[in-house]
């Protein structure tokens, strides 16, 4: 089992850029793919990245498709999401979530964390 807590969410203006951490707990870490998803209230929870287990490959939603980046390090525990261009429809509450052995594409975490808040201003 692997608990998952994000941080690095807050305030920005439109054109700006955050960075999401979300750190793992346990020691199997590098045998996850790990993904981002997002939700805005009284909408589904939205795939937005991920990041395979043992190849690194990324995915990306198109709606992110050249503003952000997954990335992550396996000696911290640790999956990040590189955020730029930021525009008011990235406004949401951005979830981390981690996948054993899955693949990237599969879009089927069993494990979540409780969240961060993002919301760009105009």
């Known amino acids: 089992q692997v608990q998952l807590v994000e941080s690095g969410g807050g305030l920005v203006q439109a054109g700006g850029s955050l960075r999401l951490s979300c750190a793992a707990s346990g020691r199997t870490f590098s045998s996850y793919t790990m993904g981002w998803f997002r939700q805005v209230p009284g909408k589904e929870r939205v795939f937005v990245a991920g990041i395979s287990w043992n190849t690194g490959r990324t995915y990306y939603a198109d709606s992110v498709k050249g503003r952000f980046t997954i990335s992550r390090d396996n000696a911290k525990n640790t999956v990040y999401l590189e955020m730029n261009s930021l525009n008011t429809e990235d406004t949401a509450v951005y979830y981390c979530?981690?996948?054993?052995?899955?693949?990237?594409?599969?879009?089927?975490?069993?494990?979540w964390g409780q969240g961060t808040q993002v919301t760009v201003s105009s």
């Open positions: 979530a981690a996948d054993r052995f899955g693949a990237v594409t599969d879009f089927e975490y069993d494990y």
